[in-house]
């Protein structure tokens, strides 16, 4: 009887105090970047794998352990010579980075636009990066089977120097531009 009680007693705890683990949905995610072109246009890129979870704490209204691992060989930008050359070492050197990681915590979640205080790894180098981002949606998907998975929908937005990672090649001639702009849009699925 005595064990019922405590177990009646610490549910709420249990229920309350949790904080819901999401994992990124690999065939609802985008993680893209835009970077000037000799000056004529933008060049719009996309990287096709990455892993990525993260905690969202519904009583406190936050977001904690983000880690986003991004498979630097998995580069797309629609033109194969470019492509390899994004690959080598001139760039994203993926030999010897095959991974690039963002990881954020304790994030406080706004109506509107929450900034998400964290840190690129990239080529090794690790400096902070804030993203401004929005929950669009966090419900039960409308797909699926009987049992319909709870889902958040997010998007952020963040510029990133690549010369900060070390990145300079056709820098000097302005070939290539410095900075990068990422679009992030991604589901999750709580688990």
Known sequence: MFKKIIILLLIPIIVFGSEDK?????????????????G???TLGMFREIDGSYTHDLENNKINDIKIVINTNSVFTNHDKRDKHLISPDFLDVEKHPEMIFVANNININKNETLINGSLTLLGVTKPLTLKGKINKIGKYPFGGLIKPYVMGISARGIIKRSDYGMMYALKDNLVGDDIELIIEFEARRQ
């Open 22 to 38: 999401y994992v990124i949905d690999k065939t609802h995610f985008s993680v893209g970047f835009l970077v000037e072109h000799v």
């Open 40 to 42: 004529y246009a933008k």
